[in-house]
């Protein structure tokens, strides 16, 4: 039997995050200090005690989501005999969660994935002002009526798009705050069951995102990468993937798609 990974995107974070690993398993401690390095911060503090505030910030949550999943994995590797080669079929993430799938598959090295995640949360941030931005999940409603729902929530300047179709019945939603909120108000008239704010703090996988889709064109060609020694999912494709220039224009295409 083989195993399917999937790691988790922003929104999932918390303060303490780590920390049991961190104090557990040398595999996992290598991890994070390496991450403190290539960083030059103290990413683990914020990571184990926060404030939320700043871990909820994108330039810190994603390298912060990343160095969590492949403590995780270095851990299930070194102390309990995980063989990747052997026992698993294929990587995917959620957003950033696809950076940490190329860097299990060894697309790119841990130092180079938390360099690009640093300058992806960036970039994603500067690209819209703090509140200014925000995303939904909406339950229980069709890709159709969300296209919908998004057309009705929109106006003028201010507007939402859908971005993530994540499942039958649940897609997130992402544009302008006040369309954002609008789209929560007004989703029980589309037949919506639920509508759960998500914990960011910008509208990713909006066309608000171009600035850092540009960001991250020239980033990519500062970094060393790899065909992936294990097929990666990625986002906008959802088909497997060896090819190291395909997963770099997959990961582009993500930022706002």
């Given at each position: 039997?083989k ?25 996992a ?30 330039a ?12 995780i994995?270095?851990v299930?590797?070194?102390e ?90 649940q ?12 789209a ?27 600035p ?8 990519f060609?500062n ?19 060896n090819?190291a220039d ?12």
């Open positions: 039997m195993y399917a990974f999937v790691f988790p995107g922003q929104g999932t974070q918390f303060v303490g995050m780590g920390k049991e690993l961190f104090e557990n398993f040398r595999a401690r290598d991890v994070f200090e390496e991450v403190n390095d290539v960083l030059s911060q103290n990413l683990f503090k914020i990571m184990t005690q926060g404030p939320d505030a700043e871990l909820i910030m994108t810190n949550t994603q390298p912060a989501m990343m160095a969590n999943s492949i403590a994995l270095r299930m590797e070194k309990y005999g995980l063989d990747i080669k052997k026992k698993v079929a294929l990587f995917a993430g959620h957003s950033l969660g696809e950076y940490t799938a190329c860097c299990a598959a060894g697309v790119f090295s841990l130092a180079d994935t938390a360099k690009l995640l640093r300058i992806r949360g960036e970039a994603m941030q500067r690209a819209v002002p703090f509140g200014k931005g925000a995303m939904a999940a909406i339950i229980g409603v069709s890709f159709k009526d969300i296209e919908a729902l998004v057309d009705a929530a929109s106006e003028g300047e201010e507007y939402c798009v859908s971005a993530n179709d994540n499942s039958l019945g897609i997130v939603i992402s544009g302008h705050s006040a369309a954002v909120e609008k929560m108000a007004i989703a029980p008239e589309f037949g919506a069951k639920k509508c759960v704010k998500l914990s960011v703090s910008a509208p990713f996988h909006s066309p608000l995102m171009q850092a889709q540009e960001a991250m064109i020239e980033a060609e970094v060393k990468k790899q065909n992936a020694i294990i097929p990666i999912v990625p986002n906008v494709l959802a088909q497997k993937v090819d395909t997963i770099v224009n997959a990961l582009i295409a993500q930022v706002t798609g």
